[in-house]
């Protein structure tokens, strides 16, 4: 109380209305290293001030902001990385599905080779049995003993 006295009896009360305004618009200067004394509702006012009360705020809300923004940023950078893998994966696929095309092409390929080749061997057999008009009326000869015997 003496010190508000002393201070009434050098600047007068406009002076100490103007400090008292200063201090409630700016605050104590150092008043806001102390801890949990701007959570207190008056003095805590007094104490930070409503300029750096409002600056306060406005940071919260900025970093709540970015927080926001970056948050998205990481949504979307882990789809892009979702959508690269999965394009990797369809490009591998695509390399596997020619690769099996290819090989179904070349089997084909060989089994009409099969079926023309066995044709042609029927074909060949048919031919041998038409030409054979011996007198043995298709027994075995004695050749044909010997050959069965060894296979």
């Known amino acids: 109380m003496s010190i508000l006295a002393f201070l009434l009896r050098t600047i007068g009360i406009g002076g100490c209305a103007f400090l008292a305004l200063y ?3 700016w605050g104590l200067p150092g008043a806001s290293r102390v801890p949990y004394l701007s959570s ?3 003095i805590g006012d007094l104490t930070t001030g409503r300029a750096h009360s409002y600056s306060a705020d406005q940071v919260r809300i900025a970093t709540a902001t970015q927080r926001a923004q970056c948050d998205a940023r990481l949504e979307k950078t882990v789809s892009t990385f979702q959508y690269d893998a999965l394009a990797a994966q369809l490009a591998e696929e695509r390399k596997r599905r020619l690769i099996a095309d290819l090989l179904t092409t070349e089997a084909s390929k060989r089994a ?10 029927e074909a060949a057999l048919e031919a ?20 069965d015997g060894k296979h």
């Open 23 to 25: 201090v409630y618009d």
């Open 40 to 42: 207190i509702p008056i």
């Open 112 to 121: 009409e080779a099969a079926v023309r080749a066995k044709s042609a061997a």
């Open 128 to 147: 041998r049995i038409a030409a054979d008009t011996g007198a043995d009326g298709g027994r075995w000869t004695e050749e044909d003993l010997k050959w």
